[in-house]
Each structure stands twice: as C-alpha cells, then as structure tokens.
T-cell receptor, first 111, second 114 residues
Framework: QKEVEQNSGPLSVPEGAIASLNCTYS??????FFWYRQYSGKSPELIMF????GDKEDGRFTAQLNKASQYVSLLIRDSQPSDSATYLC???????????FGGGTRLMVKP | DTEVTQTPKHLVMGMTNKKSLKCEQH?????MYWYKQKAKKPPELMFV???????INESVPSRFSPECPNSSLLNLHLHALQPEDSALYLC?????????????FGDGTRLSIL
C-alpha cells in the first residue's frame, strides 16, 4: 500500500523564521510531488510541485526532492502569520494522475 | 479566486432529498476529479473523468452518481445520503489524466446531511 507520511504538528515558528516541512513516501516509482496549502475551512491550494531531484524555488518557497531517500520537503523563508495553515504533501505514482496525500502538517507562525 | 468553480458553496439536505453538486472549469483541462474531505483529514478520491469518460470509481456507494456532460462540466448527483456523508466535496481538474500535471481544486461544497 502506498503511503505518504507527514508529522501532524503543530509546527510552531516565530515570524521571520524558516519553516521546514517534511514528507516521506513509500512508493519508489513515484513521479511527481506536490505541496498544497489549506486554510481552515477552505480548499487545498497548490503552492509548489517538483518532479526532479534537487531544489526548486518560487519566491519564499523552496521544494526539495531526494528520490533515493524518498523524501520531499518544503521550506518557507521569512514566515508570516498568514502562512499559518495545514500543508498537504501529495505524491503521484507511475500510473495515471492519482495522488496519495499525506495527513498534513499544521503550521503556526507566531507574531 | 480559483479557476475551478463549484456550486453551491453550502448545501443542507435531508436523507431523502435529491440534490446535485456542480463543477465548472474553463482551463481546457481534460481530467476532472471528485474528492471528499472530512475534518482534519486529507482529501479522498471518489471519481476521475478523463475526456468525459469515467476512468476511476474508488468503490463509492451508488448514492453518489457522477456525470460529465461536457469537457468543462462535472456534476455529482446525490440521493438518499447518510449523516456520515457530511463533508467538504472538492472538484479538481488537471490537463490530462496520464501526465503528472498538477491538480487544481475548486473552493468546494460543504455538505450537511440532517
């Protein structure tokens, strides 16, 4: 059974700090990796995706992928209170576009 | 605002009612999805349509009936639901089913069954 694991948190960081969110997955054939942000009562919003090993940066966000170790991470620099949300890691296997979601990590950024 | 539009935003219905959820996207995406999400849980896939044909049905009870009238629209018909069906129902779309392009979610319909 394909599994995606995240620490449920809450992960608490002070405003301006770097938040580091981690995700591990069990299926070595996984092809694509996504990070979604979900505010309470709202729908998931895509913030980053990564397909290749290494780092991918977009503004304050950096996604890191290490397929050999089967983990993907999301770094948020200069964290803001508005970043407080649940972050969902989603992994696509090698057949179709079915996503396996992790349970999400709740991030709290304190002013 | 998202490019995937869902209506209604909220729906309260009795167990004997029939209602429909609607989803619309104009991004030219050929894959559309229905998910169910309970509080503090990740989304659970229900159905996948690819080029207007049902590709995946994740063993969803028959009281949920999906329909894809055209490439931009996706409906979910509801009948004789149970209280445990109360949840956030999410529609998503992506360019294709067979590629790893991201799925984009609508704002969801919050469904309450009395």
């Amino acid at each position: 059974q394909k599994e995606v694991e995240q620490n449920s948190g809450p992960l608490s960081v002070p405003e301006g700090a770097i938040a580091s969110l981690n995700c591990t997955y069990s299926d070595r054939g996984s092809q694509s990796f996504f990070w979604y942000r979900q505010y309470s009562g709202k729908s998931p919003e895509l913030i980053m995706f990564i397909y290749s090993n290494g780092d991918k940066e977009d503004g304050r966000f950096t996604a890191q992928l290490n397929k050999a170790s089967q983990y993907v991470s999301l770094l948020i620099r200069d964290s803001q209170p508005s970043d407080s949300a649940t972050y969902l890691c989603a992994v696509r296997g090698n057949a179709g576009n079915m996503l396996t979601f992790g349970g999400g990590t709740r991030l709290m950024v304190k002013p | 605002d998202t490019e995937v539009t869902q209506t209604p935003k909220h729906l309260v219905m009795g167990m004997t009612n029939k209602k429909s959820l609607k989803c619309e996207q104009h991004m030219g995406h050929r894959a559309m999805y229905w998910y169910k999400q309970k509080a503090k849980k990740p989304p659970e896939l229900m159905f996948v349509y690819s080029y207007e044909k049902l590709s995946i049905n994740e063993s969803v009870p028959s009281r949920f009936s999906p329909e894809c009238p055209n490439s931009s629209l996706l409906n979910l018909h509801l009948h004789a639901l149970q209280p445990e069906d109360s949840a956030l129902y999410l529609c998503a779309s992506s360019q294709e089913w067979w590629t790893g392009q991201p799925q984009h979610f609508g704002d969801g319909t919050r469904l309450s069954i009395l």
